[in-house]
């Protein structure tokens, strides 16, 4: 039973560990396809609605990450207040996590996706 405890333990750290190298991942690499395509747009004025829409995917990655970020502390505080007996449940945000950590990534590829149709479009 206590190694089952153990276990778990691990792999929630774990998993907590991972989250946040995800989070700080998406985070600089949105902000830098974001400086790099507005350094860009200095030089190239083709199609750019791809630009924008590139724009906006990055954006809402960014956004949808912090969001992620924020409900996680919240997870970590009701744990906290879970195992010092103040409230009897903590709720289950997991799946909201996990939401918003799969829209970041969506939202992040398909930025990519647009700044690099972007790029060749205009070569």
């Known amino acids: 039973m206590k190694n089952n405890i153990n276990e778990q333990m691990q792999t929630e750290e774990f998993n907590f560990q991972e989250s946040v190298l ?7 690499f949105s902000g830098a396809m974001l400086g790099v395509s507005l350094f860009l747009m200095n030089f190239i ?4 609605p791809l630009l924008l829409i590139a724009w906006v995917c990055f954006i ?13 502390q919240d ?9 010092k007996g103040l409230i009897d449940y903590p709720e289950n945000h997991a ?3 996990l939401l918003l ?9 398909t930025g990519a996706f647009f700044l690099t149709v972007f790029l060749f479009a205009n070569l």
Do not use: G, P
């Not at 995800?22 to 600089?28: C, G, R």
């Not at 997870?75 to 195992?83: F, G, T």
């Open 45 to 48: 004025y083709r199609y750019v």
């Open 101 to 109: 950590n799969r829209f970041s990534m969506s939202f992040f590829i």
């Open 75 to 83: 997870v970590i505080r009701e744990k906290a207040e879970y195992l």
């Open 60 to 72: 809402l990655s960014i956004v949808s990450t912090l969001l992620s970020m924020l409900i996680s």
């Open 95 to 97: 799946l909201i996590v």
């Open 22 to 28: 995800f989070d700080k991942a998406i985070l600089v």
